[in-house]
């Protein structure tokens, strides 16, 4: 299967990528840094894509152009010390909200199942 894995450049993308290739499935790994693109090609995905989860249209744009047959959210922003104070979290935070508003949007389509569903 084809998967898409939004964030596989960060602490919990990189155990989804390892899991996803030893399983043979066809990873495409979204990340924000060329660093954790070379990262996720070394884990063994077939192709990585550096974007930005807060910019919609990188993230449509990534899809649009890999047709995935599934779509996983690992996106984080985890400092690499961890987080010490409740302000180390403010970036994963808005990724998990505008990110992950992003993503359900260009996934979707950004259309809404109808009320006859």
């Not at 840094?33 to 249209?57: F, K, Y």
């Amino acid at each position: 299967m084809r998967v898409f894995v939004a964030g596989a450049g960060g602490a919990l993308g990189t155990q989804v990528v390892r899991a996803l290739v030893a399983d043979r499935h066809e990873v495409i790994g979204f990340t924000r840094s060329t660093a954790h693109a070379e990262l996720v090609q070394h884990l063994g995905a077939s192709r990585s894509i550096t974007g930005d989860a807060l910019d919609p249209s990188s993230i449509r744009a990534a899809l649009e152009s890999t047709r995935p047959e599934a779509v996983l959210h690992a996106l984080t922003a985890i400092p690499r010390r961890g987080p010490w104070r409740a302000s180390d979290l403010k970036q994963t935070n808005e990724l998990r909200t505008r990110g992950t508003k992003h993503l359900l949007d260009a996934t979707i389509g950004g259309r809404r199942p109808s009320a006859d569903c």
